[in-house]
Nanobody
Framework: QVQLVESGGGLVQPGGSLRLSCAAS????????VGWFRQAPGKEREGVSS????????IYADSVKGRFTISQDNAKNTVYLQMNSLKPEDTAIYYC??????????????????WGQGTQVTVSS
């Protein structure tokens, strides 16, 4: 059974840091494209970051570039999103997604086959 489980969310002050984890089972993350998306209340889900090619290629939304870092640990079959210098506008539910087939547009939700349940990130003083 393919499964993605996010963890690491919580409440943090502006300027703080969190590391989100996406633990995968039923497939190998090193063979897939894995992305992070987020959805704030009343807004559509948007792409945050994506990783592929055994970690050799990473992309970031302009809004998080320089603050967030995506990485993977093949021994743990887990993808991470390190989030630094957090801002209130980063508040959202964060989702991990994966595709084991060809990805033409890593920013498109339809490119991904598997999704986690999401983890809440709240940035507030």
């Amino acid at each position: 059974q393919v499964q993605l489980v996010e963890s690491g969310g919580g409440l943090v002050q502006p300027g703080g840091s969190l590391r989100l984890s996406c633990a995968a089972s039923g497939f190998i993350v090193d063979d897939d494209v894995v992305g992070w998306f987020r959805q704030a209340p009343g807004k559509e889900r948007e792409g945050v970051s994506s990783i592929c090619c055994s970690g050799g290629t990473t992309i970031y939304a302009d809004s998080v570039k320089g603050r967030f870092t995506i990485s993977q640990d093949n021994a743990k079959n887990t993808v991470y999103l390190q989030m630094n210098s957090l801002k209130p506008e980063d508040t959202a539910i964060y989702y991990c997604a994966a595709s084991d087939s060809l990805v033409r547009d890593p920013w498109a939700e339809d490119s991904y086959d598997y999704w986690g349940q999401g983890t809440q990130v709240t940035v507030s003083s």
